[in-house]
């Protein structure tokens, strides 16, 4: 689990990073939306 202060002040960065995971899986695979 991902600890509280690192993932507070990394919001935006942590979000970004969320959003690229997000489509490298919908990429490998065709079944997760985008």
Known sequence: PDE???KKP???SN???TIV???ANARN???TPL
């Open 4 to 6: 509280p202060k690192v």
């Open 10 to 12: 990394n919001f935006e």
């Open 15 to 17: 979000s970004r990073l």
């Open 21 to 23: 995971k997000n489509k």
């Open 29 to 31: 695979n065709p079944l």
